[in-house]
């Protein structure tokens, strides 16, 4: 154990030197970066291709008789719904993930949102089936969210549990470019809609049944790819030592529920931003009287903004493995904090490329605050209880970000009449989270193999003064 370790962790170097983590060959690592963005892909295509619809057409084919205020913001509040269920998705999946493998669980939570999505596209309307047509909906949105939120953890410890010590920000960054390739597919299979295929009233009549159907198409490429890649070499460790926990989630609260509200509240900040894109606010705010723009405009600049994410996404994983995890955050936290008033001032300015120039400066602290996520959160959590611990973090982090921001953002416009209080409310989640990330150690580099598991326990957050020298019904793994 590191002399650095004992002595109160007083420097960041001494974590780059523990780099013996077990790791697959070159390889098998491309394959698996590879089956991670394209199942993210395919899972953040779905989810956003919702979001989407709920800004644009959801609330004159589904909550009409409530107005066209009100039926807003029912439909950006089944948005966020599914995030309440999230939780759920990554308890289950964080539970059999830890008990019966990580890839099990992406080609199950793969499956079960393309076909909710695929269900969607099928629907009544309010028009022709009533009440029925708003429930049906919200009972697949609900699904989504299950799927969504056991889909992230187990695509990232895929990713940067195959990777050796010192390339883990940038293979985790694989999977996180599955948020901004999935908006992107979906602005742009939108666009295509709404601009060529589908234009005007063809659009609310039959072209938004088209996304969502083709999700099955995705689904199946998916699968596919997903099948094909071989399992977690930590979880391989797990199994061949008999070492699965009966109760993870237990295990994770007992031990570690300080950490998980921690890592949620650094999540927060930039899911909360996020979703004013990602959730359906800036497309529904750029294309009302107010701005002004057209919807096919508005979904390419979207699908823009969805381009510069993809970019610094990459970019902040590349970043964490040179300068540190916290490093990087602190620096897309920095961005983030920046853009809040800037994005809404060029936005009001009803100019196209103003539009463009705010979702470029936006797009760029997103990406910086979420490339490292991914190592950071492996890196925190012991083997045992990793799946649980990094899903239900990220879940709850969801719920509190970016859950209801879209209906947080539409409220306070009607309410104030301006974009102020959006700002001001940006401001302040990012404020959180850069007090939480403030809180962890950068364990980059960390060993993160079953034998580290003593190691793993302690020292996650900077006053754990804790050594690895705990007693053995510490780690215990039953």
Same mark, same amino acid.
């Given at each position: ?25 070159? /390889?098998? +690592? ?7 963005? $394209? ?14 619809? /709920?800004?644009?057409?959801? &609330? ?7 107005? %066209? ?7 950006? &509040? %089944? ?31 793969? $499956? ?29 949105? *609900? ?118 509200? $921690? &890592? ?41 903004? %969805? ?15 040179? $300068? ?48 490292? +996520? ?20 990220? /879940? ?11 209906? *947080?953002?539409?409220?306070?416009? +009607? ?38 598991? /003593?190691? +793993? ?10 050594? &690895? ?10």
């Amino acid at each position: 154990m590191p002399q650095g370790f004992r002595s109160g962790y007083s420097s960041y170097t001494n974590w780059r030197t523990m780099s013996m983590s077990t790791h697959s060959s070159k /390889a098998n +690592q491309r394959r698996v970066a590879f089956a991670t963005v $394209i199942g993210t892909t395919v899972e953040w295509y779905d989810f956003f291709i919702y979001a989407t619809a /709920a800004g644009l057409v959801f &609330a004159q084919l589904f909550f009409e008789p409530a107005g %066209s205020s009100i039926g807003l913001l029912l439909s950006f &509040a %089944s948005v966020g719904i599914s995030f309440l269920f999230r939780p759920l998705g990554a308890f289950l999946a964080g539970h059999y993930g830890d008990k019966i493998g990580r890839r099990a669980m992406l080609v199950l939570t793969l $499956i079960l949102m393309g076909v909710a999505t695929t269900l969607i596209g099928f629907l009544p309307t309010y028009a022709t089936a009533g009440i029925i047509a708003p429930v049906m909906l919200l009972l697949l949105r *609900i699904l989504q969210g299950i799927s969504a939120g056991g889909e992230w953890g187990g695509a990232v410890l895929m990713a940067v549990e195959h990777a050796p010590s010192d390339r883990r920000g940038r293979a985790g960054a694989f999977p996180q470019l599955g948020v901004p390739l999935g908006l992107l597919l979906a602005s742009g299979v939108t666009a295509l809609m709404t601009g060529v295929v589908s234009p005007g009233a063809a659009f609310l009549e039959w072209g938004w049944r088209v996304p969502f159907l083709l999700s099955i198409v995705l689904v199946a490429v998916g699968y596919f790819v997903r099948r094909a890649v071989d399992e977690s070499p930590v979880f391989q460790e797990i199994a061949a030592a008999k070492k699965q926990p009966k109760t993870p989630i237990v295990q994770l609260f007992r031990r570690h529920g300080l950490l998980v509200i $921690i &890592a949620a509240l650094i999540f927060a900040g930039n899911n909360a931003a996020g979703y004013m894109a990602t959730g359906g606010f800036i497309p529904s705010y750029a294309t009302s009287p107010a701005v002004g723009h057209g919807r096919t405009d508005v979904l390419v600049a979207v699908a823009y903004g %969805s381009a510069v994410w993809l970019a610094f996404t990459y970019l902040a994983g590349y970043l964490s493995d040179r $300068i540190g995890r916290k490093s990087t955050y602190f620096i897309g936290f920095g961005a983030q904090l920046l853009a809040c008033f800037p994005l809404f001032w060029l936005i009001n300015t009803g100019s196209l490329a103003m539009l463009y120039l705010a979702l470029t400066i936006f797009t760029v602290g997103l990406g910086l605050a979420y490339g490292p +996520q991914a190592a950071l959160y492996s890196e925190m959590f012991p083997a045992s209880v990793r799946f649980s611990g990094v899903s239900i973090s990220y /879940a709850l982090g969801a719920i509190l970000g970016g859950a209801f921001a879209p209906t *947080i953002a539409t409220a306070l416009v +009607q309410a104030t009449g301006g974009t102020e209080a959006v700002s001001l409310y940006l401001v302040g989640m990012t404020l959180i989270s850069l007090v939480a990330v403030s809180l962890v150690r950068d364990r980059s580099g960390i060993d993160l193999s079953i034998r580290n598991q /003593a190691e +793993q326990e302690v020292g996650a957050l900077v006053f754990d003064r804790r050594t &690895a020298d705990v007693p053995n019904e510490l780690i215990r793994t039953n």
